[in-house]
């Protein structure tokens, strides 16, 4: 079945660093991917989706492009702030249903 | 843009009772909503897939008699969890997607901690 595999973390970061979170997933057909961020004590918030192979998602300096070639979605930005810590969750929906399959979730922290 | 509002936040329960969990699309309809469970170190599980006018459908391993769903209509949906245990204590999301923007990706509401004491 569709499935998603994140990075672990907890992913410690200064501020102005460079972040990349890993995101590879397994589908059939051609699924949306999306970037979900949670911070703490709330629900779930969309960050950036891209539908198609080669799309670039991009939000609030966060990008993602959909690669189909490596079945990878990674999130980048070049230079985080500490108001940026939270778990990122990548998310697919497959084709053949409109379930939203999340990976494990990456949380990020960010010092000053 | 499109808002989920889940009610209440935060509930306390004693064991053996039942508790009811409101998630409302404000601003749009919704044939389908999600209830997720978040468990510890951040992974969500769905629990079932709720369709307006008809049987939710469960994920293998959710026991339906035990969190009753109901979808009356294309603005809410409601999980009941029946005869709560403290093994229930959990955070419950629910969300959305817009019919008329099926690629608009989902909306989420903010989330209810269940504790069961």
């Known amino acids: 079945g569709d499935s998603v595999t994140q990075m672990e973390g907890p992913v410690t970061l200064s501020e102005e660093a460079f972040l990349t979170i890993n995101c590879t997933y397994t589908a059939t057909g051609y699924p949306s991917l999306f970037w979900y961020v949670q911070y703490p004590g709330e629900g779930l918030q969309l960050l950036l989706k891209?539908?198609?192979?080669?799309d670039k998602g991009s939000n609030k300096g966060f990008e993602a492009t959909y690669r189909k070639e490596t079945t990878s979605f990674h999130l980048e930005k070049g230079s985080v702030q500490v108001s940026d810590s939270a778990v990122y969750f990548c998310a697919l929906r497959g084709g053949a249903t409109n379930k939203l399959i999340f990976g494990t979730g990456t949380l990020l922290a960010v010092q000053p | 843009g499109a808002v989920v509002s889940q009610h209440p936040s935060r509930v306390i329960c004693k064991s053996g009772t039942s508790v009811k969990i409101e998630c409302r699309s404000l601003?749009?309809?919704?044939?389908?909503m999600f209830w997720y469970r978040q468990f510890p170190k951040q992974s969500l599980m769905l629990m079932a897939t709720?369709?307006?006018?008809?049987?939710?459908?469960?994920e293998q391993g959710v026991e339906k008699d035990k969190f009753l769903i109901n979808h009356a209509s294309l603005t809410l949906s409601t999980l009941t969890v029946t005869s709560a245990h403290p093994e229930d204590s959990s955070f419950y999301i629910c969300?959305?997607?817009?019919?008329?923007?099926?690629?608009?990706?989902?909306?989420f509401g903010s989330g209810t901690r269940l504790t069961v004491v």
């Open positions: 709720s369709n307006e006018g008809s049987k939710a459908t469960y």
């Open positions: 891209a539908t198609k192979a080669d």
């Open positions: 601003d749009f309809q919704a044939t389908t």
């Open positions: 969300s959305a997607s817009e019919n008329d923007r099926p690629n608009s990706g989902y909306t």
